[in-house]
């Protein structure tokens, strides 16, 4: 099965452009780099309320905490926020108070995305960026690879992905003469 392409840096900036020019950018920056900061899949994104990421004072969480029905393998996990995705999910809800029980994220009707949808408004993002190999899963991997080439034991990187084995991590990580190259001049 093709994986989902790793992103570059110039091809995140392409796309953190297009989502300025378009449609509900404030709602698409925040998803994308939410993505692509957390390793979260689209559906968990897709899932998550106003609650699961602010505390009851209003301050951004540190870390998700997404329950059984919010995850692929209906176990529940932590994701941890780093300042980056933080200040994204701050920037965002700045522009819209919420209760704490509604959908992070919503359609143009106002309804909560389904794990589908989702996968088709980063699909249409990513094409109509010109990347075309791009798919919904293109940031979890970006964010696995990246982490693995900055030196990530890949045991650590299986636990901040909730993936309960290494060998599904690893699958993520891509390889380029690059990295290996790098690599070989460590010796």
Do not use: W
């Not at 994986?3 to 449609?23: C, F, G, M, P, Y």
């Amino acid at each position: 099965m093709k994986q989902a392409q790793v992103l570059s840096e110039r091809d995140i900036k392409t796309v953190l452009n297009h989502i300025s020019k378009s449609a509900f950018p404030a709602r698409n920056r925040c998803m994308f780099l939410l993505a692509l900061y957390s390793g979260m899949r689209v559906g968990e994104i897709a899932a998550l309320d106003v609650g699961d990421v602010i505390d009851t004072n209003g301050k951004i969480r540190d870390q998700i905490l997404l329950r059984a029905h919010q995850t692929k393998g209906n176990k529940a996990r932590s994701v941890l926020l780093n300042a980056n995705a933080r200040d994204e999910i701050q920037r965002y809800l700045r522009r819209d108070e919420r209760e704490r029980h509604k959908p992070l994220f919503t359609s143009k009707a106002g309804l909560r995305f389904s794990p589908n949808s989702l996968v088709q408004v980063f699909g249409r993002i990513y094409r109509a960026s010109g990347i075309d190999l791009a798919t919904s899963h293109s940031t979890r991997r970006t964010f696995i690879t990246t982490l693995a080439h900055k030196g990530v034991n890949v045991r650590v990187l299986a636990a901040i992905s909730g993936h309960a084995s290494i060998a599904t991590t690893q699958r993520y990580i891509d390889l380029n003469e690059n990295v290996m190259r790098a690599a070989v001049e460590l010796m």
